[in-house]
């Protein structure tokens, strides 16, 4: 059975870093395209970033320089560096990842319809 484990949310104060970990289990394949999605309470989900088996990177536009998406595709594991955290990117990240190499193309970050197997999420909270 296919798993997705995030890993590293944590409270932070405005300015600072974290770095979120997802580990990928029970896959028989390097999945194609692998991404950071993130909600808000109130909010939509929306997408953060993605990254292709190759060196294919896409960003939101409200993360695009502060954010980097990295994979490490022998062990099935995506990485999100966040940096010049800011309070509006208080959420729950969500990792998420889909065999179609497709769901990486969108250049203003992936899209939640493109992605059928999702981690259960881990907080991140910054505080001005």
């Known amino acids: 059975q296919v798993q997705l484990v995030e890993s590293g949310g944590d409270s932070v104060q405005a300015g600072g870093s974290l770095r979120l970990v997802c580990a990928a289990f029970g896959y028989s394949y390097t999945p194609s395209c692998m991404a950071w999605f993130r909600q808000a309470p109130g909010k939509e989900r929306e997408g953060v970033a993605s990254?292709?088996?190759?060196?294919?990177?896409n960003y939101a536009p409200s993360v695009k320089g502060r954010f980097t998406i990295s994979r490490d595709n022998a062990k099935n594991t995506l990485y999100l560096q966040m940096n010049s955290l800011k309070p509006e990117d208080t959420a729950i990240y969500y990792c998420?990842?889909?065999?179609?190499?497709?769901?990486?193309?969108?250049?203003?970050?992936?899209?939640?319809?493109?992605?059928?197997?999702w981690g259960q999420g881990t907080q991140v909270t910054v505080s001005s």
């Open positions: 990254a292709d088996v190759g060196t294919v990177t």
């Open positions: 998420a990842a889909e065999y179609r190499s497709g769901a990486c193309y969108p250049p203003d970050g992936p899209r939640v319809a493109d992605f059928r197997t």
